[in-house]
């Protein structure tokens, strides 16, 4: 197989979701909404904003239908703040049927980028989360491995071990 430009986006994009399932999974449905510290993301908190991401790189960025019901924004967009009250969100199934939805769709987007596409920048409201196109994945993995980092923590407040690839 030929690596490509859109092979290591790929792979980057599917290596740290692997991460992502991996601590996900392992934290219970009645956990998910566990603090450690008071205002800090909580494992549903952290699905919805992932997915919302996801939705707004695809519909923003791509021009894709957006798939995320409106009021998300106010829950997982940037500048929300999560609560503990389990009420004020969507069950954490839905979450992560819009976390794996969403991904998939932005992935059909990325993977099909040319390298013209590439080199174009990121429209100006989007300028700070990456300069163009082309550092579009790596930005999205960064920004991931700090919720994932988060996750880490999650699981430890809950007395979890860690978990390994």
Known sequence: MTTTTANVDAATLNFIRSWFDKLIETIPADKMFYQPVPTANHAAWILGHCAWCDDAFASSLFG??????????????????????????????????????????????????????????????????????????????????????????????LGMKPAMM
């Open 64 to 157: 894709t239908e957006a798939t995320i019901p409106a009021e998300w924004k106010d829950m997982f967009g940037y500048g929300s703040e999560p609560s503990a009250d389990a009420s004020k969100y969507p069950a954490p199934a839905e979450l992560k049927q819009a976390f794996v939805r969403c991904r998939e769709t932005l992935m059909k987007q990325i993977e099909a980028m040319d390298d013209a596409k590439r080199s174009e920048p990121l429209p100006e409201d989007w300028a700070g989360f990456a300069p163009n196109y082309g550092a579009l994945a790596a930005a999205i993995a960064s920004h991931e491995g700090v919720h994932l980092g988060q996750l880490t923590v999650i699981r430890k407040g």
